[in-house]
């Protein structure tokens, strides 16, 4: 079956534009993450959508930063303003039932974000 | 701050011998997970231990868990050159929240 499908899967930008990255979560799995990871670091989280509950998006470094679920499957997550600190790899992951937590995430292949 | 700590950071071992990592965490937790990313792009799931178990294996990987020292190791043993790669530890707190925070990880190398 079909995993976790991100795009653009590069994209670059100029400072100041906004950009948008779009995620496709395995069907029928009800959680769906977003992490930033810049190079050679660790993953950083930035918010989870679990079903129709209210998105925990305590990890948005800022108000440029925003994501949508619509209808409980694709995401986006939207880069306004971008700076070049943005630049980085933008990995999206999907869950069967977040609430259990005892789910395994299924990763995207990401979105490698470049701000020049 | 990361709630994980991966160590070493990086790991460099010949092939057939056993790499081991370990990962400390902050706060109380439901479960911890580790994950292997290759090429810095998707991670893929390896294994997941609560935090009643101690230990857990899945074919060649041995993963422990001391919540009493809140750390975790990962040992792959009879490792080969196709397990090059970093590793992550990842874990769910017992906050309320679902969310997983991740390590800083080890980067893996075998050599042929």
């Known amino acids: 079956g079909a995993g976790v499908s991100q795009s653009p899967s590069n994209k670059v930008t100029e400072k100041g534009k906004d950009v948008e990255l779009r995620c496709d979560p395995i069907?029928?799995?009800?959680?769906l993450y977003w992490y930033r990871q810049s190079l050679g670091q660790g993953l950083e989280f930035l918010i989870y959508f679990q079903g129709n509950s209210a998105p925990d998006k305590s990890g948005l470094p800022s108000d440029r930063f925003s994501a949508e679920r619509t209808g409980g499957s694709v995401s986006t997550l939207t880069i306004q303003r971008t700076q070049q600190e943005d630049s980085a790899v933008y990995l999206c992951a999907s869950s069967l039932a977040g609430y259990s937590s005892y789910n395994e995430q299924f990763f995207g292949p990401g979105t490698r974000l470049t701000v020049l | 701050s990361q709630q994980g700590e991966e160590d070493p950071q990086a790991l460099s071992i010949q092939e057939g011998e056993n790499a081991t990592m370990n990962c400390s965490y902050k706060?109380?937790?439901?479960?911890l997970q580790w994950y292997r990313q290759n090429s810095g792009r998707g991670l893929v799931h390896l294994i997941l231990i609560r935090s009643n178990e101690r230990e857990k294996h899945s074919g060649r990987l041995r993963v422990t868990l001391d919540t009493s020292k809140k750390s975790s190791s990962l040992l792959i043993t009879a490792s080969r050159a196709a397990d090059t790669a970093s590793y992550f530890c990842?874990?769910?707190?017992?906050?309320?929240?679902?969310?997983?925070?991740f390590g800083t990880g080890t980067r893996l190398k075998v050599l042929a």
């Open positions: 069907s029928g799995h009800t959680a």
């Open positions: 990842a874990t769910s707190t017992t906050s309320g929240t679902y969310k997983y925070i």
């Open positions: 706060t109380s937790i439901n479960n």
